[in-house]
């Protein structure tokens, strides 16, 4: 049987444009590639990418106490957010050309409209227009969802919060993941009174409890107000203002309230049930080791699969689909010890276990530290930085790696090379420290703080 492509990918994000890259340029595969919406997906358009050029936008307002400890005549100016959201704009739509061109350069056909299944080879355009392909790979990534309530639909969600006419002078984040938490430093930082709402009892749930304390109680110091076992009951509108009924029993008005409370999967009208293609609980694609559905012409990559919700690895989960389906080598998805960075402020770099996670597997040694960084110090600050070290008593292994300070994602993504390769506590001992930098403590704690 003769096909249109070897392969056809719907969905223009990280791991689509990745998958159909690789597959055209690397392997000559015929591959054509549908997308609704724009190039890149929600990191580079709605997501790690803008997010990430807030964040040091929001870290200049700290910074000029910090020059003035220094002996800089540096005054403290204004935040202009048209000047800055203008230049975003900008940057984004060049990353979006970039990302078209990418597919061009390698030969992929683009079809700028969405694509729904209609059989196991045959997917059919908004136009109307039927493709068929030997291949068919879903990367239609996911969406930020409000739960249903009195006044949710006067909420934004991260989608948004790019994009507003104006910088608020006050704002209600409700959430406690890294999205919510991010944001709120974010915000904080140009210059918005922040206010955070989580219904738990710690922000960022599932990682390292010390860790993640820590960074609840600077962002607490740097001026966030985080409540803790609060959630919104309902929401209305008063004037240019939005009155806040809370679960804490308070009522208060914010001009903007944004919801990070968690995201779906893109998966919904795209023919995956008729087809015999299943879905989980989340409403996510099920696939198994190596990205592949129920029905075997069909694969799935990225956040449709809800399994680990993260760009870099929607990226090697194309390239291992790449790997098994166009070269010949059957290549498992690899979801062990993945590095990753939250840009709360302050920042936080985590790989392997939590201290929880790994006292819960085997016995352990916890070797930590805390402290002021130089820099900070100098200046005056109180924040306080923590380097963290999970080490198995069996095997020595360094099972988990915590660091909340800044540039804690610069160094968390080297930490995760020697974890990865099955680093033992010795091997860190016997790395010789580079002086001085707060890194430098990952390798001279010589004692154990506790054991578990």
Same mark, same amino acid.
């Given at each position: ?5 070897? @392969?056809?990918?719907i969905g223009?994000?990280?791991?689509g ?5 690789v597959?055209?340029?690397e392997?000559?595969a015929?591959?054509a ?11 580079v358009i ?16 700290g910074?000029v ?14 935040f ?11 940057e @984004? ?14 030969g ?8 729904h299944?209609?059989d196991a080879h045959?997917v059919? @355009? ?5 493709k ?6 879903i990367a239609?990534?996911?969406?930020p ?15 948004e919060?790019?994009?507003?006419d ?9 959430g ?7 944001f709120?430093?974010?915000m904080?930082g140009?210059g ?10 710690? &922000? ?5 409890? =010390? ?6 109680? =600077? ?9 803790l076992?609060t959630n919104v009951?309902?929401?209305t509108? =008063?004037?240019d203002?939005i009155?806040?009924k809370a679960?804490d029993?308070t009522?208060?008005r ?7 409370t968690?995201? *779906?999967?893109?998966?919904?009208n795209?023919?995956l ?11 996510e ?7 592949q ?5 069909i694969y ?28 010949g080598?059957p290549?498992p ?5 993945i590095p990753?960075? &939250? ?11 939590g201290e ?11 070797y *930590? ?7 900070k ?22 099972l988990?790696c915590?660091?909340?300070a800044?540039?804690?994602? =610069?160094? &968390? ?14 091997d860190?001992?016997?790395?010789? *420290? ?18 578990a």
């Amino acid at each position: 049987m003769s096909f249109d492509y070897d @392969l056809f990918v719907i969905g223009g994000g990280s791991g689509g444009v990745r998958a159909a890259r690789v597959a055209a340029g690397e392997t000559g595969a015929k591959v054509a590639l549908a997308e609704e919406d724009r190039y890149g997906g929600t990191c580079v358009i709605r997501g790690c990418v803008p997010k990430k050029l807030m964040v040091f936008a929001s870290e200049f307002s700290g910074m000029v106490g910090d020059a003035q400890a220094f002996g800089w005549d540096i005054q403290p100016g204004a935040f202009n957010w048209d000047t800055f959201h203008g230049k975003l704009v900008a940057e @984004l739509d060049r990353l979006e050309g970039v990302y078209r061109n990418i597919l061009k350069n390698n030969g992929v056909e683009s079809f700028d409209q969405r694509a729904h299944l209609v059989d196991a080879h045959t997917v059919e @355009l908004a136009d109307g227009t039927r493709k068929t392909a030997k291949h068919i790979l879903i990367a239609t990534g996911g969406r930020p969802v409000v739960p249903e309530f009195p006044g949710s639909d006067l909420a934004i969600t991260s989608n948004e919060v790019f994009h507003l006419d104006k910088l608020p002078d006050s704002i209600l984040i409700v959430g406690g993941g890294y999205i919510a938490s991010e944001f709120a430093g974010i915000m904080n930082g140009l210059g918005v009174k922040t206010t955070q709402f989580y219904r738990g009892a710690q &922000i960022l749930r599932g990682f390292d409890d =010390e860790a993640r304390g820590l960074v609840c109680e =600077e962002m607490r110091q740097n001026g966030i107000d985080v409540r803790l076992g609060t959630n919104v009951l309902e929401m209305t509108k =008063e004037g240019d203002q939005i009155r806040v009924k809370a679960t804490d029993g308070t009522e208060d008005r914010f001009e903007v309230v944004m919801y990070a409370t968690g995201r *779906a999967p893109n998966a919904d009208n795209l023919g995956l049930e008729a087809l015999g293609v299943e879905r989980g609980r989340k409403g996510e694609i099920v696939v198994d080791a190596y990205s592949q559905t129920a029905v075997p012409s069909i694969y799935a990559i990225g956040d449709v699969t809800d399994r680990v919700n993260l760009t870099p690895v929607a990226i090697r989960e194309g390239m291992a689909f790449v790997e098994t389906v166009f070269k010949g080598n059957p290549t498992p998805v690899d979801h062990e010890l993945i590095p990753t960075a &939250i840009f709360t402020q302050p920042e936080m770099g985590t790989v392997g276990l939590g201290e929880e996670e790994a006292a819960a597997q085997e016995p352990i040694e916890v070797y *930590a530290t805390t402290f002021k960084p130089m820099q900070k110090s100098f200046a005056g600050g109180t924040q306080r930085v923590l380097m963290k070290l999970l080490v198995s008593k069996a095997t020595r292994k360094v099972l988990g790696c915590h660091i909340v300070a800044p540039g804690a994602g =610069e160094m &968390i993504q080297l930490a995760g090379i020697a974890i990865k390769m099955g680093a033992t506590k010795e091997d860190f001992d016997r790395t010789v *420290a580079v002086h001085p930098v707060m890194a430098e403590e990952l390798v001279t704690m010589r004692q154990p703080v506790r054991t578990a």
